[in-house]
């Protein structure tokens, strides 16, 4: 009774491998940004081809920074090393991603509204996720 498991894998709770939620999340989110660039280059002005590219782009950067930062802190030795969450990195992301979005708008390259529907792409990633979850949940069900 007083011992715990000391690490539990993702695999063994869920029967699936650790990441593989991350994985299909950034799949999911590179398929959206395509998907809405192919569109707009058709019907939009070059623009908003633009902002969705840039915006998409920093969607999946700051994902990648993200995931990196969490990974970084539930990775840490607590007996060996004291704990410092840098603030600077998260405070640091958003900087470069907003100086970036309005240098971009400051010279007429991009439409705003598109890079920030570009930099929603974790939405529909979300959504596609969700949609998946309620299927698996809804056949693997047990019958009563």
Same mark, same amino acid.
């Given at each position: 009774?007083?011992?715990? #498991?000391?690490?539990?894998?993702?695999?063994?709770? /869920? !029967?699936?491998?650790?990441?593989? &939620?991350? #994985?299909?999340?950034?799949?999911?989110?590179?398929?959206?940004?395509?998907?809405?660039?192919?569109?707009?280059? #058709?019907?939009?002005?070059?623009?908003?081809?633009?902002?969705?590219?840039? !915006? !998409? !782009?920093?969607? &999946?950067?700051?994902?990648?920074?993200?995931?990196? @930062?969490?990974?970084?802190?539930?990775?840490?030795?607590?007996?060996?090393?004291?704990?410092?969450?840098?603030? @600077?990195?998260?405070?640091?992301?958003?900087?470069?991603?907003?100086?970036? #979005?309005?240098?971009?708008?400051?010279?007429?390259?991009? @439409? &705003?509204?598109?890079?920030?529907?570009?930099?929603?792409?974790?939405?529909?990633?979300?959504?596609?996720?969700?949609?998946?979850?309620?299927?698996?949940? /809804?056949?693997?069900?047990?019958?009563?």
């Amino acid at each position: 009774m007083g011992q715990i #498991v000391n690490s539990i894998s993702g695999e063994t709770v /869920t !029967g699936q491998p650790d990441g593989a &939620l991350e #994985v299909r999340l950034l799949r999911t989110m590179i398929v959206t940004v395509i998907g809405a660039v192919i569109v707009s280059m #058709v019907l939009a002005p070059w623009r908003v081809t633009l902002g969705l590219v840039l !915006g !998409g !782009g920093l969607s &999946l950067l700051n994902y990648h920074w993200l995931r990196t @930062s969490v990974k970084a802190i539930f990775n840490i030795d607590y007996a060996a090393v004291r704990p410092r969450v840098r603030v @600077s990195s998260y405070i640091l992301r958003y900087l470069v991603t907003g100086i970036v #979005v309005f240098a971009a708008y400051r010279l007429r390259l991009i @439409s &705003l509204a598109a890079t920030i529907a570009g930099l929603c792409s974790f939405v529909p990633a979300l959504f596609v996720e969700a949609v998946r979850q309620f299927y698996l949940a /809804t056949i693997h069900r047990e019958e009563s």
